[in-house]
C-alpha cells in the first residue's frame, strides 16, 4: 500500500481564544482528490491553513511526505513539498502572469521514493492553462477574476508541490472556468499529486473527488467514498443544506 502524502490526526486550531477546530483527523494518497465539505464557517478555510503552518496555535498531529510538520513554519512546510491555493488568490497584481509565475519557482522535486515528481515550467503550465498562455506580459490586476484564479494555481505548481490545499476553486467564477478548473485537477492527480479541496459546490466535487469529509462546526460528521456521499440524502440535508 502507498503510503498517503498527509496524514493528520487530533488536529485543533484556535483563533485568539476561539477554538475553530476541535479533533480533524483525514489523510490523502498519492493522486488522490479528497473533498472537505461544508457549510460557510465549518472549518474548511481553517482546516487547509492549519495544515499549511498558517495558524498561530494548533495542536495535534500532522505529518506530510511521511515527515512529521508539526511546529514547522508555513516556509519549511512549502519547501518540503506541500502547495496550498488561498481562496483570495493573493496574485501580485502589478506583476505579469509570467512575472508572478517566477516568484512561485522553485526547484525540481523528487517523491520520497526516490522517483522524480512533476516539474512544472512556465510553458507547460500554459499548455494546462491556455487562457494564461495568451497573456504572459498581462498584469494580474487587469485579469478576471477566474484568470487569476487559474493564475494562482499556476503559481502554486511552480513551486513543484506534491501535495496541494486548494481553498474553494470554484466560487464565484464562471461556469467554463469552473469546468477548466475541474480538467486541471483531473490532470494533476493523473501526475499523482493528491489534493486536499475546500469546497462547497457538489457537483464540482461529484466531477474531481474520491473521497469526501463533512465538517460542521469545526468537526468531521461524516466520512465516506465520494459516491457514497452522493447517495446519502440525509447527510447532504443535514450537512451540506443539498
Keep these: 500500500m502507498t503510503a498517503p502524502l498527509l496524514e493528520v490526526s487530533g488536529l485543533g486550531g484556535w483563533y485568539g481564544a476561539a477554538q475553530i477546530l476541535q479533533d480533524i483527523a483525514l489523510d490523502v494518497g498519492p493522486g488522490e482528490v479528497v473533498a472537505l465539505m461544508g457549510r460557510n464557517g465549518a472549518g474548511k478555510s481553517t482546516t487547509l491553513k492549519a495544515i499549511a503552518g498558517l495558524l498561530a496555535r ?3 498531529q500532522v505529518r506530510c511526505m511521511g515527515q512529521s510538520i508539526d511546529g514547522w513554519p508555513a516556509y519549511r512546510i512549502a519547501r518540503l513539498g506541500l502547495g496550498y491555493v488561498p481562496e483570495d488568490r493573493r496574485i501580485f497584481t ?8 517566477e516568484v512561485g519557482r522553485q526547484a525540481p522535486r523528487h ?6 515528481a512533476p516539474h512544472w515550467t512556465p510553458e507547460r503550465l500554459f499548455t494546462l492553462f491556455p487562457n494564461l498562455g495568451e497573456m504572459p506580459d498581462r498584469a494580474g490586476g487587469r485579469m478576471s477574476g477566474g484568470e487569476q484564479q487559474m493564475l494562482s494555481v499556476a503559481r502554486t505548481l511552480m513551486g513543484q508541490p506534491l501535495l496541494v490545499l486548494l481553498d474553494e476553486p470554484s ?3 464562471a461556469p467554463l472556468i469552473v469546468e477548466q478548473m475541474a480538467q ?3 490532470a494533476l492527480k493523473a501526475e499523482g499529486i493528491g489534493i486536499l479541496l475546500s469546497e ?4 464540482f466535487c461529484e466531477a474531481v473527488a474520491d473521497r469526501a469529509y463533512v465538517l460542521e462546526k469545526g468537526q468531521i460528521r461524516y466520512a465516506s467514498s465520494m459516491q457514497e456521499l452522493q447517495g446519502n440524502l440525509a447527510v447532504r440535508k443535514a450537512y451540506l443544506g443539498i
Aim: net charge negative.
Design 58 to 60: 494548533r495542536s495535534g
Design 171 to 173: 466560487e464565484g467564477v
Design 184 to 186: 486541471t485537477i483531473l
Design 111 to 116: 517523491w520520497p521514493d526516490g522517483r522524480a
Design 200 to 203: 462547497q459546490n457538489l457537483p
Design 94 to 101: 502589478d506583476l505579469t502572469v509570467r512575472e508572478n509565475l
